[in-house]
Structure formats: structure tokens, C-alpha cells
């Protein structure tokens, strides 16, 4: 089974079980607030049935759950893009706001990206922040992710039109970070 420690805690595969966990620490209007719409709020079990359901049975899951003492408290993954865009990955990832300020994505964001590079046909993985969300822009930053684009006015949130921030790191990139880091 994937799995990948971290300081407190570790990544590994979503599991039937994860709902109850899900829903208390993904509902929340302060993770909704940055992420897309068609993440729930609230976050109802249904939904964390659903999600659970369509994540745990991957051989190569393309979403992983932080997991804190036995309890989902997040979730990383990404998704591969279409047609011209198809070495292009997104990455997204939320973790619960009791947990937040404790360097768990500035961990987790290097073992993904590190872990789509060495499993799938990627060259290129981006992020799309929205505006305001420094803590989001310090853990790519850190990643090794370039901060490429602000998209003026792109999306929309509760009525209001947000600045969306392109973040990106490529194969090549990365392996020339791994390798002077390796070599340090
Ligand atoms: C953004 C988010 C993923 C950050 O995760 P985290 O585990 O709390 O981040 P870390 O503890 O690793 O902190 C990363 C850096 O950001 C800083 N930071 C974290 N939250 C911050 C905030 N609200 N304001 C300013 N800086 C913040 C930390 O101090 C740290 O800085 P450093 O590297 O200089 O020490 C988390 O806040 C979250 O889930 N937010 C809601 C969902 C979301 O925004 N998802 C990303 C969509 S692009």
C-alpha cells in the first residue's frame, strides 16, 4: 500500500471508514472559501460517501488522505489534464483548519509532486491559487513551483471576482531540485 510519512502523521490511500472524519473536518466555510465550488459546503456524509467510495480502490490513487492518528483530516491529489494539455497535471489539497500552520503541505506538496513525476506521464504540474491565499503560495514557493501567472479577475467567489494565481513546476525542474539536493 502507498504510503508516505510525515512529521505528524502520514499520506496513504482513502479507506471505507474515512467518512465520518471527512465530513467533520471538510465542512468548513474556511477551506470552501479557497478552493472550486464543487468542493461541498456543507459537506454532508453522502458526499463523503461518494468521495470515499470513488478514491479507494486505486492501484495508483490520484488522491491521498492525510491521515492524523488513524483520522482523515485532508486530502492531496491532482488531476491530469486533456488533449494539449495532457502531460499537464493539477494539484489541489485542503487539510483540516485545526491542523493548519503545522508545515503539513509544505511537506506533502513535495512527496506528491515528487510522486506524480515518478509514476505518470507528466511533464509540467500547476496549482491555481486564489488571491489572499498566502499560505497556499508559501507552501508552493517552498515546493520549487514558479509563480508563472496571476489571471486577472478568473474566477468567481461568493459573488466576487478573485485573481487566480498559476503555479508550475516542471519534470526537468524538478529533477534538477532532487538532484542538488541530493548532492548537497
Ligand atoms: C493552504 C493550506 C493547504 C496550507 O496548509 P498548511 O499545512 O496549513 O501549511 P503549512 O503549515 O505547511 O504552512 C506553509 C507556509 O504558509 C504559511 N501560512 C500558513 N497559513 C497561512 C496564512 N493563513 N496566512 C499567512 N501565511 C500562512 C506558514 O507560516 C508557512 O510559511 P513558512 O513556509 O514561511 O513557514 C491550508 O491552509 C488549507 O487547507 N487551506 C484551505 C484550502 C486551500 O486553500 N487549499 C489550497 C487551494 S490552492
Given at each position: 500500500m502507498i504510503c508516505f510519512p510525515l512529521s505528524i502523521g502520514q499520506l496513504r490511500p482513502w479507506r471505507e471508514g474515512d467518512e465520518e472524519s471527512?465530513?467533520?473536518?471538510?465542512?468548513n466555510r474556511h477551506i470552501w472559501n479557497n478552493v472550486r465550488d464543487f468542493f461541498p459546503y456543507p459537506y454532508t456524509p453522502r458526499d463523503a460517501h461518494s468521495w470515499v467510495r470513488s478514491n479507494k480502490?486505486?492501484?495508483?490513487?490520484?488522491?491521498?488522505?492525510?491521515d492524523i492518528n488513524g483520522q482523515a483530516v485532508g486530502n492531496i491529489g491532482f488531476t491530469v489534464k486533456d488533449d494539449i494539455y495532457r502531460y499537464?497535471?493539477?494539484?489541489?489539497?485542503?487539510?483540516?483548519?485545526?491542523?493548519?500552520?503545522?508545515?503539513?503541505?509544505t511537506q506533502a506538496?513535495?512527496?506528491?509532486?515528487?510522486?506524480?513525476?515518478?509514476?505518470?506521464?507528466?511533464?509540467?504540474?500547476f496549482a491555481c491559487v486564489l488571491e489572499g491565499n498566502i499560505g497556499?503560495?508559501?507552501?508552493?514557493?517552498?515546493?520549487g513551483y514558479t509563480h508563472e501567472a496571476i489571471h486577472r479577475k478568473a474566477a468567481?467567489?461568493?459573488?466576487?471576482y478573485l485573481d487566480e494565481h498559476i503555479f508550475a513546476i516542471l519534470r526537468a525542474e524538478h529533477r534538477e531540485l532532487n538532484s542538488s539536493s541530493t548532492n548537497r
Open positions: 471527512l465530513v467533520r473536518h471538510a465542512s480502490s486505486y492501484q495508483q490513487p490520484n488522491n491521498l488522505a492525510v499537464n497535471a493539477e494539484i489541489g489539497y485542503w487539510v483540516s483548519e485545526d491542523y493548519w500552520g503545522r508545515g503539513i503541505m506538496v513535495p512527496i506528491m509532486t515528487n510522486y506524480i513525476f515518478q509514476n505518470f506521464q507528466v511533464n509540467r504540474i497556499s503560495m508559501r507552501v508552493l514557493e517552498t515546493a468567481v467567489k461568493n459573488n466576487q
